[in-house]
């Protein structure tokens, strides 16, 4: 069941009547109308005071299934007790046709309100926010929307949000079968892609998670992410076109916000926030200038935050870090100068630094751990032989050897993805997720990446003053992605964007086995990292 609109506002019209009296309930006027139902505005004489009043249409009286669906929207409803949601007053039946009252919001929809909301972000991010716990509680009450778009949100006259019409709405737990198998339901512009291909209709928390997005979207770019001149075409292009970014529409958007809203618009429902209830947390973490779970939060990012909430020291120390740059700067740039006129010639035997952390963490072999030993023991026994002069440099969290590793001008480091994270988180002690699914702590994702960033920064530190150096990055997963060669790929691609001088020469190895089982001890790892260290020191030597 397509609905371009649940309830259409009603159209004057001379010769149209409504019943002035409907059992306690006087009518007032008429507020829209549906595929099924006709809302009123009425005043309920025994409480004296004034509702929402659905009725189903006359069209639908002898349709048990009309009435069915029309008994469902009530009882779902009337099963949800949440401040964000239309609450239920009455339901009944009057001579033969079914009712229901509710709270009148009488400020209108977010349809209404949103040239409003589009130049407010932050007040449309917290609209958002609300309506996406309202519809995590419906959720946990076994209750799924499958309708959810700006016409079904309605504002108060203190702006609070509601969330109305659950006429499509389906309860989890009823084995009834009121929507046709293969039907499409809901509106076009905000149904996720599974929906729209009929075998979704059932619906499922991820397709209200889309919905949630495809409002925001058009609450960033003043249009919904897929509009076409039909209802059929709106279907084909959410299936197979992607939506276009907020900020390539408006420049005025936040990144972290686009980021939140292009998670929720996925084609895959398993790449979308779990829950309705995980969007609203990572909303609330816009609102409080804190790094968002859909966009990992960067260095700057952290700056650009921190600079928000405390403006006055955020100008100081941007000045300082200007001059301090500038310093910097001149005298890397000498100094680079002065060094490439002689270039040293390359070590016999070449040089290969491995690099570790004797933190338990990250440390493979479970007999090695709390000895002080590190992966690098290991890689040492292995790469023995090879020709090699081999030097192990263990990574604590104050680590700051940099000039030393400078000095040896190695031909080859080889270094664990993850060993100033884990050097650094024996210091906080952030949990370490115990299972896969189980979802990674803010903190800890905030000190992995800042410790990335300090790997990333070392590695092009080390390439720019040493140009024959090679890399070989490698890691069990401790991210969770690193396992996809696609990531990997990735990667590289932005540390090498981030430093030029480290184009070509990193190689990431992901250790068979993953976070449970990889270890170097592992003969097909042992083999695989020895070729992948005889193609690098390769390249060092023939390199100028």
Request: hydrophobic fraction near 40%; proline fraction near 6%; charged fraction near 30%.
């Given at each position: 069941?397509v609905?371009?609109?649940?309830?259409?506002?009603?159209?004057?019209?001379?010769?149209?009547?409504?019943?002035?009296?409907?059992?306690?309930?006087?009518?007032?006027?008429?507020?829209?109308?549906g595929?099924?139902?006709?809302?009123?505005?009425a005043?309920?004489?025994?409480?004296?005071?004034?509702?929402?009043?659905?009725?189903?249409?006359?069209?639908?009286?002898?349709?048990?299934?009309?009435?069915?669906?029309?008994?469902?929207?009530?009882?779902?409803?009337?099963?949800?007790?949440?401040?964000?949601?239309?609450?239920?007053?009455?339901?009944?039946?009057?001579?033969?046709?079914h009712?229901?009252?509710?709270?009148?919001?009488?400020s209108?929809?977010?349809?209404?309100?949103?040239?409003?909301?589009?130049?407010?972000?932050?007040?449309?991010?917290?609209?958002?926010?609300?309506?996406?716990?309202?519809?995590?509680?419906?959720?946990q009450?076994?209750?799924?929307?499958?309708?959810?778009?700006?016409?079904n949100?309605?504002?108060?006259?203190?702006?609070?949000?509601?969330?109305?019409?659950?006429?499509?709405?389906?309860?989890?737990?009823?084995?009834?079968?009121?929507t046709?198998?293969?039907?499409?339901?809901?509106?076009?512009?905000?149904?996720?892609?599974?929906?729209?291909?009929?075998?979704?209709?059932?619906?499922s928390?991820?397709?209200?998670?889309y919905?949630?997005?495809?409002?925001?979207?058009?609450?960033?770019?003043?249009?919904?992410?897929?509009?076409?001149?039909?209802?059929?075409?709106?279907?084909?292009?959410?299936?197979?076109?992607?939506?276009?970014?907020?900020?390539?529409?408006?420049?005025?958007?936040?990144?972290?916000?686009?980021?939140?809203?292009?998670?929720?618009?996925?084609?895959?429902?398993?790449?979308?926030?779990?829950?309705?209830?995980?969007?609203?947390?990572?909303?609330?973490?816009?609102?409080?200038?804190?790094?968002v779970?859909?966009?990992p939060?960067?260095?700057?990012?952290?700056?650009?935050?921190?600079?928000?909430?405390?403006?006055?020291?955020?100008?100081?120390?941007?000045?300082?870090?200007?001059?301090?740059?500038?310093?910097?700067?001149?005298?890397?740039?000498?100094?680079?100068?002065?060094?490439?006129?002689?270039?040293?010639?390359?070590?016999d035997?070449?040089?290969?630094?491995?690099?570790?952390?004797?933190?338990?963490?990250?440390?493979?072999?479970?007999?090695?751990?709390?000895?002080?030993?590190?992966?690098?023991?290991?890689?040492?026994?292995r790469?023995?032989?090879?020709?090699?002069?081999?030097?192990?440099?263990?990574?604590?969290?104050?680590?700051?050897?940099?000039?030393?590793?400078?000095?040896?001008?190695?031909?080859?480091?080889?270094?664990?993805?993850?060993?100033?994270?884990?050097?650094?988180?024996?210091?906080?002690?952030?949990?370490?997720p115990?299972?896969?699914?189980?979802?990674?702590?803010?903190?800890?994702?905030?000190?992995?990446?800042?410790?990335?960033?300090?790997?990333?920064?070392?590695?092009?530190?080390?390439?720019?003053?040493?140009?024959?150096?090679?890399?070989l990055v490698?890691?069990?997963?401790?991210?969770?992605?690193?396992?996809?060669?696609?990531?990997?790929?990735?990667?590289?691609?932005?540390?090498?964007?981030?430093?030029?001088?480290?184009?070509?020469?990193?190689?990431?190895?992901?250790?068979?086995?993953?976070?449970?089982?990889?270890?170097?001890?592992?003969?097909?790892?042992?083999?695989?990292?020895?070729?992948?260290?005889?193609d690098?020191?390769?390249?060092?030597k023939?390199?100028?």
């Amino acid at each position: 069941m397509v609905r371009d609109d649940a309830i259409r506002p009603a159209v004057p019209q001379r010769r149209r009547k409504w019943p002035r009296r409907f059992g306690d309930y006087e009518i007032i006027g008429k507020l829209g109308m549906g595929g099924m139902g006709v809302v009123y505005k009425a005043r309920q004489r025994r409480l004296d005071r004034v509702v929402a009043l659905k009725m189903i249409r006359s069209a639908h009286f002898g349709d048990r299934r009309g009435v069915r669906r029309f008994r469902a929207e009530a009882e779902a409803i009337a099963r949800l007790d949440h401040p964000h949601i239309v609450p239920l007053y009455e339901i009944g039946k009057r001579r033969g046709r079914h009712f229901f009252s509710m709270l009148l919001v009488e400020s209108g929809s977010l349809m209404t309100h949103m040239p409003r909301l589009q130049k407010d972000h932050r007040r449309a991010a917290q609209v958002m926010a609300a309506v996406a716990r309202a519809v995590h509680y419906a959720h946990q009450h076994g209750i799924l929307h499958r309708d959810l778009k700006p016409a079904n949100v309605l504002l108060d006259a203190e702006d609070q949000p509601y969330v109305s019409d659950f006429g499509l709405a389906r309860d989890v737990g009823d084995k009834t079968r009121l929507t046709q198998t293969g039907a499409v339901v809901g509106t076009p512009s905000y149904m996720a892609p599974e929906q729209a291909t009929g075998g979704g209709a059932k619906g499922s928390p991820e397709a209200d998670v889309y919905s949630l997005g495809a409002i925001l979207y058009e609450l960033l770019t003043g249009q919904p992410p897929f509009a076409g001149e039909t209802a059929l075409a709106t279907l084909q292009l959410s299936q197979k076109g992607n939506p276009r970014t907020p900020r390539s529409m408006n420049r005025k958007a936040s990144a972290d916000l686009e980021a939140i809203c292009l998670k929720c618009l996925e084609k895959d429902p398993g790449r979308r926030y779990p829950t309705a209830e995980a969007l609203a947390l990572d909303l609330e973490r816009f609102l409080r200038d804190e790094p968002v779970g859909a966009r990992p939060r960067t260095l700057l990012s952290g700056a650009v935050r921190w600079a928000r909430r405390r403006p006055g020291p955020a100008r100081l120390l941007a000045l300082a870090a200007v001059l301090l740059l500038a310093w910097v700067t001149g005298s890397l740039v000498m100094a680079t100068r002065l060094y490439r006129l002689r270039p040293p010639p390359p070590n016999d035997p070449p040089v290969v630094v491995l690099m570790d952390t004797p933190a338990d963490r990250g440390v493979y072999d479970l007999e090695r751990r709390g000895t002080g030993g590190t992966n690098a023991d290991v890689l040492n026994d292995r790469l023995d032989g090879m020709g090699l002069d081999l030097v192990k440099e263990p990574v604590a969290a104050d680590w700051h050897r940099e000039a030393h590793v400078l000095g040896l001008r190695p031909e080859l480091v080889v270094i664990h993805r993850s060993c100033f994270f884990h050097a650094l988180n024996k210091k906080f002690d952030f949990h370490y997720p115990n299972d896969e699914h189980e979802e990674l702590d803010p903190n800890w994702k905030l000190l992995y990446a800042t410790a990335d960033d300090k790997l990333v920064g070392f590695l092009g530190l080390l390439a720019t003053a040493n140009p024959r150096t090679q890399f070989l990055v490698y890691s069990r997963g401790t991210d969770r992605q690193w396992p996809q060669e696609s990531y990997r790929k990735k990667w590289v691609d932005d540390a090498e964007l981030r430093f030029p001088a480290l184009k070509g020469r990193i190689k990431t190895q992901f250790i068979t086995g993953g976070l449970k089982d990889g270890t170097f001890t592992n003969s097909n790892v042992a083999e695989d990292t020895r070729r992948n260290v005889r193609d690098l020191v390769g390249r060092a030597k023939s390199a100028r």
